[in-house]
């Protein structure tokens, strides 16, 4: 080797550290410790930023971080015991950051389980793996003693919880054996608790010493009672795999708390506990990791604010109080609470059918033909009664525009327009004569301008497309022959200038129409009319991506969602096909920042999916996907803002999320699963390249890297069926 | 272990339901005494982390197959519940503590054993770090077993992992055995990490009379015996590690032996029986869990 390669080899040095986040810790309201591998990362969780970096290990992971002072003000200078595996540092915040002070790195006699200060911060308490307490004076950074309580089997897991001076719960988990409460001054074991079955994954004792936390391989979560002889009083039965992340948050004054946990099925849940209730009640459960396992987690009560990290290397940030947040609304009404409310007397077996959300509330229409709105989504009250509208109706509207239509089978079309306070300010009716019957009315707001298009089962017959005006007036048609396949058309969507539609029906079936040069009295024959290149069920809606490129992101009810260029009639061409992890995608759209988000049905629930960053944003149990259901949503900055309307048994629920003003999302992650092949391109921005990753999970990841070394996903590439995925650039 | 492509097509699978053990691991310690001939002279035994209890078989039928075996005795320990072996005493513990290798000491009453083995494996969690450390854990407790039960010149297996943290372990046996050997047998999937270490000659240390203490933890024993495993110094100081690597040996004869990641063509008998999975599952921890989810009692309150 020359001597100038070896000084370039001399010269490489690491950047950053992308994997599993082990260790979690908020330092502040605004600051949260992450220990990605032997790195330690400081973000800023209000804005999202990456602050600070610093390797602390040679090549040993953080698993914990502990911290002097909770909650430490601005001029505090916190001091943090770091540690994982046999590696432990101790060292004041200010050291940390400054570059030119070395870290060192301390051994404790054995592998470590948990640290803790001591009740006057002058001591660390280090539990280890055969369930000692090494003893470390802060002061002169010297061993003071090591204490046992005379049961040295390996641990699985362990705590301390300082209460005072002299009362310092040790928390040990054993292999078999259940857990262990000793007490470190008298080293006496107090509570012996061995309900479990299996290993002990967790253990965690509340700030006031009166309940324990417990997890183990038999997948339960477990609460005791310390100051009633350590009896169990409570199970939380619900995650599918073990539990490596659990603590308590939101104590009530009735005595009741809530618990946030984490595991290897990728889930994190919120359960409740409350004074003589044995079930600890599962409130919600969030699926934002990928791969496996969920390692870390922490909690920030006053802000309610949950945290987790995976081994995909993601941090994800929860709101904790939903409910607490400005314009959260959770409503649930029966017939007759609607009834009294709007004041109309419902017949027996009288039903709301149809419904549509106007952006201040919603409109609705029973069985009979009953037309009522629900202002504010707050206020019954009763519009109209019409009869044409028995038996069967459809009610339809224009995102976020206050207009909805109302159609019968005969062709009996109602527009009506509401007012900011959801008051009917203008009626206009319509009649269709051309079509045999109506049976689907799809409509769509684009930049201003209000179109629907009307369809009926007769083949022969022509589709409608009528675009009306801001006074209900329809001011365009257009006539299109259907094309020789049968067709059952599900979305469409029309560029503004009029010059072509597109229409996705069922079986993948796109369809196209040339309007340019054509005036609203003859008919129009397709311009294109695919089925081979769109493989699965029902389109379920169609969005523009790039006007000037003529790309359209389609959603597919089969969980697939394709991006397709109509550039050159009468051809399409594929970009993109791709498909989410599970569900029914019945709908999608892009964030300001330019996030795919799609939303559908899983089993008995409806989810809201971030599909660029990989996390569910929400998720409803409604019990599955054949009801009557409305999702509306906005963006306020870069916080999307919902609203989830559905019935169930007759009843209609609704639910909207409030201001959630914190980031969903840290850190992007990558695979959660072991990297096999990736690959680095350079991109036109010299501080950006992409990074190309393919996994042992299946999927291909795209992410830029950034010139700190850091990445930030942007597609999960799934379909793979075999495990190894060679990743090479093609260009 | 339900019946994956994988367990039909494992040659050693079928060999072992044929062949009555309950668990295929039985021809790995085969293979390993083809090659080292441990089992040679051997009448006193300790089985660690021995369920469901196939080396535990394997032992009985060798041990007990002459009538003169007085003296025989055969102890099998692990975590989960074992069925009874003939001629084996089976204690349900943890290995890692201290109490129960004072149990297995008080089985022997005060004698010597031939032979010490240890097939033990941590449920892995999946932190690479956290499962190697338990997996070196096992190891030790085994051998901290073995310093204190094995006569002058017996030998010990234990399974391990090959990882960062193996060929220190393999000094510090060097410390204590004539011969220190890696091996694989072939019915060890080539795939898998796992490797068995066999430790030829047992000579304690000079000087130094290895008893056990309960009150000292695995490591704690090991610092008082010197033969450098880290030790906890007054100013928190790290030890430099010394390392040394064993020399690798794959075992089980070449010409009868089947490769365990190979495809084989099934003898023709052997073709039309389905067999069920050799090691039947113990109730898992999560039974509780499985069951309520399958009732569908795992339910979100509102
Ligand atoms: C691969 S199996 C042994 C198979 C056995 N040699 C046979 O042939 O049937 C590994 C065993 O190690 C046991 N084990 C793991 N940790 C243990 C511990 N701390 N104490 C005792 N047994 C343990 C497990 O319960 C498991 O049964």
Known sequence: MTQDTLEKQQQLHSLAHLGPICALKCLNNELILAGDGPVLKIYNYSTSQLVFQRQIFARNKIHEICLSNKNPSNNDDPILAIFGGRSLSIVKLSALKSSSTPIKELFAGDWIMATEFSHDKKELYCLTAHNNVTIIDLTSMKLKEVLNCNWKSILYSGSIRVLSDDKILVCAGTVMDGVLIWDLKSREVVHHLTAHEGSIFGVKASENGKYLLSCSDDRSIKVWDLQDGGRLVANGWGHGARIWFLDFYGFTKDGGFHVFSASEDCTTRIWRFDVGNENLNQLSIMNCHTGRNIWSGCVNDELKLGFTGGADGKLKVYDLNEQGRQGYLNEKWSLKQIGEAADVAFAKDEIIKEYFDLGNGFVGISSLGKVLVCQKFVQWKFLFEDSRYTTFSLVRGFENQRIAAISNKEGNITLLKFDADCNLVHKNELKVDSLSRVNNLITLYNEGRYFFILESPNPNDFLLLKEIDNNLTVINEFKFVKPKEKVVIASFNINSKLENIIIGCRFGIVLMYDLSGHDNTAAIEPSLCHKKYIKGDTITSIKTLSKKDQTYLLTMKDSGYYVIQISSLPDLIVLEDNKIQKGFVDGGFYSPDADLILYGFKSDYFFIWNETQQFEIMRKICGGPHRQWSLAHHYEGSNLRYRFIFTRSSDIELVQNGKFSHPDVLATGLHGREIRDMSVVATKNPTKKLLITGSEDTTIKVSTLTNDGNAKLHWSQRQHGSGTIPVEVVN | ?302
């Open chain 2, 1 to 302: 272990m339900g019946k994956s492509s994988k367990d039909k097509r494992d040659l050693y699978y079928r060999k072992a339901k044929e062949e009555g053990w309950r668990a295929r691991s039985a021809f790995k310690l085969l293979q390993l005494n083809e090659q080292f001939e441990l089992f040679k002279g051997v009448k006193r035994v300790v089985d660690l982390c021995a369920a469901p209890g196939s080396w535990s078989q394997v032992l009985s039928r060798e041990i007990f197959k002459d009538e003169n075996n007085s003296d025989a005795k055969i102890v099998a320990v692990d975590l989960q519940p074992m069925s009874p072996i003939d001629h084996v005493t089976t204690l349900q513990a943890d290995i890692t503590h201290p109490k129960t290798l004072e149990k297995i000491l008080d089985i022997f009453e005060g004698g010597k054993a031939d032979f010490v083995c240890s097939d033990g494996a941590p449920d892995v969690t999946g932190l690479h770090d956290l499962d190697e450390y338990i997996q070196a854990q096992l190891i030790l407790s085994a051998l901290q077993l073995a310093t204190c039960v094995l006569k002058e010149g017996g030998a010990f297996v234990a399974k391990i992992f090959r990882g960062r943290d193996i060929d220190l372990l393999y000094s510090q046996l060097g410390l204590l055995f004539d011969k220190v050997i890696c091996a694989k047998p072939r019915s060890s999937r080539g795939t898998s990490l796992e490797s068995f270490i066999v430790c030829l000659g047992y000579k304690p240390r000079a000087g130094w009379n290895p008893k056990l203490n309960p009150n000292l933890s695995t490591e704690e024993f090991f610092q008082e015996m010197k033969i450098g495993r880290p030790e906890l110094h007054d100013d928190l100081s790290f030890d430099a590690e010394e390392r040394k690597v064993a020399p690798f040996i794959a075992c089980g004869d070449l010409a009868t032996s089947y490769d365990s990641d190979a495809t084989y063509t099934l003898e023709k008998d052997l073709q039309r029986t389905s067999l069920d999975p050799v090691q039947m599952p113990t109730a898992p921890p999560y039974k509780k869990a499985l069951e309520l989810k399958r009732k569908g009692e795992l339910k979100i309150i509102k």
